[in-house]
């Protein structure tokens, strides 16, 4: 009988997910997977991860599923072919390493957690030696002008030339299996526009499950002022300098009624130029209270800062693909102001989750935190809307659709 994406009692036999990168969600997310396999006896899970994450994994495997449940660490060797650069090095580094391990484990299955970097190898009609292989496709643009206002650039023309191309080419891959989308809305363009479409899901990106603030935690925002938070690791992407750029063009009588907190380990690449950004601000805005805290939180810590503010950023440099902190503010009852560009920017006005600008320009950004200041951020914010939007997004579902193959 075919797979169905309802039909969660189908399991593996053994299946060996392959993730080789340790940063961002990847911990969380193979910790829903253990979760999920240890309670389906059914499930022989095999992962395949950095050192860095073997440990908290290993923790992660309860009593009842050691030997049911296995972690194997890459080499340092591995890690560094997986990581080469070019790109396209990288990329059939992956796959080989996938094929030994799927090979020396016995495993029947091979899940990439990252499948987009995949793309060029599978294209190429390269296999698993008779195994089957899916994965998670983050990042599809080739249908952004399906779902909102799209100018794309040169570059980004370019771009979603060569990743039509490559859906086309590895979807007719007969070693792949399924491909399971995190933006909802390209399953649909994949079934009218590629052959083999119909091998595309979609798949819930999974929110964070609420965690309990600290007890007796006291707010770290000034209580007469709005709280605005931009938390994560604070790449250049996720827009902490057009945010400064921002406060910048405040009018004095709105920064002077607000709060900003960026929390999260700050991109080496970009701590000295952050950094002059904000002694700029701060002489330009005396009246404005802004603090950077450049460490990894815990997920409490974080938890505790959500619920603490009165908006979440989500400024992202016309990103491409889903981002978890619409879920984390969902889930709190926070609005969010975040790109208008691609899936962020329609999920954003779809769910009511906030409000959605040019985030590339900081005077639409600036105009935007006006906007929530003086009129108040819950106007532009749907709390049940935004609950329904998370509601779908569970560990479980994520989790069964994964280990469903």
Sequence with gaps: MPWSPDDDAVGPRKVLVFESDAEGHSLEWLEHLVVFAAARPDIELVLVVPELLRAPLERAVPLTALGRIRVTALTAGERKLC??????????????????????????????????LLSLPLALGLGAGGKGLSGILFRPSVHYRDIGPYVPSRGERLRDLRKGMLYR??????????????????????????????????????????????????????????????????????????????????????????????????????????????????????????????????RGELTALVRQSDVVLAPYQRFVGSSGVLLWAALNGRPVLAQDYGLVGRLTREHK?????????????????????????????????????????????????????
């Design 169 to 298: 080419a590895m979807l007719r891959n007969k070693a792949l299996r399924r491909v399971l989308s995190l933006d909802p809305f390209f399953p649909a363009h994949a079934r009218t526009h590629y052959r083999g479409g119909e091998k595309v899901f979609a798949l819930p990106d999974p929110a964070h499950p609420k965690v309990d603030a600290p007890a007796n935690d006291q707010s770290v925002f000034p209580a007469d002022r709005i709280g605005f938070l931009l938390f994560g690791y604070l790449a250049e992407r996720k827009g902490p300098l057009a945010v400064l750029d921002a406060l910048r063009a405040l009018p004095p009588e709105v920064a002077d009624r607000m709060a900003v907190l960026f929390a999260g380990r700050v991109d080496p690449a970009l701590r000295s130029e952050l950094e002059r950004r904000r002694l700029v601000v701060e002489r330009e805005r005396p009246g404005l209270w802004l603090r950077i805290d450049d460490r990894r939180l815990e």
């Design 83 to 116: 990581a080469m650069r070019p790109l396209a090095l990288a990329s059939l580094a992956r796959w080989w390493t996938m094929r030994r391990y799927l090979r020396a484990s016995g495993s029947t299955h091979g899940f990439f957690l990252c499948l987009d």
């Design 353 to 405: 989750l906030g409000l959605s600008v040019d985030a590339c320009a900081p005077s639409e950004i600036a105009r935007a935190i006006g906007l929530m200041v003086t009129e108040g951020p819950r106007q532009f914010f749907d709390a049940q809307a935004a609950l329904r939007f998370a509601a779908a997004q569970t560990p479980g579902r994520f989790a069964s659709l994964v280990l469903s193959v």
